[in-house]
């Protein structure tokens, strides 16, 4: 099944008015009739600066965390029905750094996963082990735990209104990046153990792979055939970047 490849940014905590606004508007001119679906996740005060500068082009916007809560006293958080009034089309969810920094847990990432869709949003799942973890060679039970902790609690079907993006944590914002092989693996496996639940939904489901991934080694790993695009940190914030990145993701 064809996929169309999906580049997200992911801003982390960057940016100001000033700045996001010269950011957008080069990124909106710069990824303008590119094949590949394009998103930015910004933090949550910008998303409205986002919706403004992104409004009409080609390119979504969307959040880096949500509350698994619907409402209520949950002091900070944000829900998933806000995000969609602020017309977010994607949310992060268990991001390495939520998930080491603010302990969210398997259960917690899978309660958000279904927070966010509930509401409409598309959920980019993130997954990935530590550099302790691939050398004690657990990668295989570190993702898989973690792709389960979702489909238990949503079923497969979920998975075919999601994103999945597989994120070595030791590749993260390092500037080392997994090998298109080892990446590769990796993706392989997330498809295969979807498949064993539902072969269909495996083979529409786009599975990015995040860590470090730059103009200069984007194509490479965007030709593997189980990459769908790339969930991009730091050459997100560069609109050159991020555009030479959704332009080799054909
Ligand atoms: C990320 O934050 O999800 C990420 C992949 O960051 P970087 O591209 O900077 O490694």
Request: net charge negative; glycine share 10%.
């Amino acid at each position: 099944m064809a996929r169309t490849k999906l580049v997200a940014g992911n801003w982390k905590m960057h940016g100001s008015l000033a700045t996001n606004s010269a950011l957008l508007q080069d990124v909106r001119k710069g990824v303008a009739g590119l094949t590949a679906d394009v998103a930015v996740c910004v933090p949550y005060p910008y998303l409205d600066q986002a919706r403004g500068a992104l409004l009409g082009s080609n390119v979504a916007w969307g959040a880096q965390d949500v509350s698994e809560h619907v409402q209520g006293a949950y002091t900070g958080e944000v829900s998933a029905a806000m995000l969609a009034d602020f017309g977010c089309r994607y949310v992060i969810v268990g991001h390495s750094e939520r998930r080491s920094f603010y302990g969210d847990t398997d259960a917690v990432v899978a309660a958000k996963f279904e927070a966010a869709l509930k509401s409409g949003l598309v959920p980019i799942l993130c997954i990935g082990e530590t550099l302790d973890e691939r050398e004690s060679n657990v990668t295989t039970a570190v993702v898989t735990r973690q792709l389960d902790a979702v489909l238990a609690r949503c079923g497969v079907a979920a998975l075919g209104q999601a994103v999945v993006a597989y994120e070595p944590v030791w590749a993260i914002g390092t500037g080392r990046t997994a090998s298109p092989e080892q990446a590769q693996e990796v993706h392989a496996l997330i498809r295969q153990r979807v498949a064993r639940e539902d072969a269909g939904v495996a083979a529409g489901l786009r599975i990015l792979y995040g860590g470090s991934m730059k103009p200069g080694n984007a194509r490479e790993l965007m030709a593997q055939p189980d990459i769908d695009g790339g969930l991009i940190g730091g050459a997100a914030l560069v609109a050159t970047d991020f555009a030479a990145i959704c332009a080799a993701a054909v």
